[in-house]
């Protein structure tokens, strides 16, 4: 009966059926929130408005903006590191590649807040860490461990486009560089890390918008010091029922990530890069 229905749809349902079906998603659930949002940030029908954007322009505002952003940056450049040296792994050393890819698939299917529980215990004074070695770490609610946190949590979504971007080399590219003499090294630098930019591109913008954007990692990692935009917001609305100081947070953050990623666009063309995934 699936395969009948299936045979059924498949003259009906074409390309541009399962886009409109994507962009309809998109445009109902994150488009349309957003622009909800500007009207209430605004607050034009009461006695001050623009006064949540005024207040959402001093210090300790402005600090959380930078620091989500300057997190944002550490992280994806922490998470980047650890994820090509993965991915190199899994496209040229790995003999078991289905069972190295689970390894990296599997974390997937963790929810977030059990991972950053896990690191959590893992550094805690009473944690295994300190029973092994004996040394009391003291790197819990600090930048440090917001960095590892969100690292550990999204290196997984940087692994599997460099993967992609590795794997898709040309093995007679790199045959024909080392029989040309170059070393291992040179062929690295060469050959294949140009080949699989598109990749660590890729990687780099899915890592630093989900970082950038991250609640749950400073929250359970990190302390007062190291909070970030969406922990603001999250006090702004939940705790302070500050609907409008809300809104207009978000709005601000929404056209800082864009503007960063126009900008990011004129070094890097995102649609040329995302085409060769």
């Known amino acids: 009966m699936t395969r009948t229905v299936g045979e059924q749809l498949g003259g009906r349902v074409g390309n541009r059926h399962l886009a409109a079906l994507g962009l309809g998603f998109v445009g109902v659930f994150f488009v349309l929130p957003i622009l909800l949002l500007v009207p209430e940030s605004l607050a034009l029908g009461t006695s001050a408005p623009f006064q949540a954007y005024s207040r959402a322009m001093q210090g300790i505002y402005v600090n959380a903006f930078v620091r989500s952003f300057l997190y944002g940056i550490m992280t994806t450049v922490a998470t980047l590191s650890l994820a090509y040296l993965i991915a190199y792994y899994l496209a040229f050393a ?8 689970t390894l990296v698939i599997v974390p997937l299917w963790i929810a977030y807040i059990v991972r950053y529980f896990g690191i959590l215990l893992f550094f805690s004074p009473a944690g295994p860490l300190a029973d092994a070695t004996g040394y009391e770490p003291s790197i819990l609610f600090t930048t440090p461990a917001v960095v590892i946190g969100l690292a550990n949590v999204y290196l997984p979504f940087a692994v599997l486009p460099i993967y ?9 590219l790199v045959s024909a560089s ?3 003499g170059a070393t291992n090294w040179r062929t690295i630098i ?5 080949l699989s930019l598109p990749g660590l591109v890729a990687a780099g913008l899915i890592v630093f918008i989900l970082a950038a954007g991250s609640f749950l990692g400073p929250a359970v990692l990190g302390g007062p010091k190291q909070t970030m935009i969406a922990n603001v917001i ?12 809300a809104s ?8 800082l990530l864009v503007g960063l990623l126009l900008v990011f666009n004129t070094a890097f063309d995102l649609r040329e890069v995302l085409g060769n995934i």
């Open 190 to 194: 060469s050959v294949i890390f140009p």
């Open 94 to 101: 790995a003999r078991r590649i289905r069972m190295a890819m």
């Open 178 to 180: 080392r029989v040309l």
């Open 234 to 245: 999250a006090q702004a609305f939940l705790d302070n029922f500050n609907i409008q100081f």
């Open 248 to 255: 207009a947070l978000a709005i601000i953050y929404t056209v």
């Open 164 to 172: 992609n971007s590795l794997n898709a080399i040309d093995r007679e």
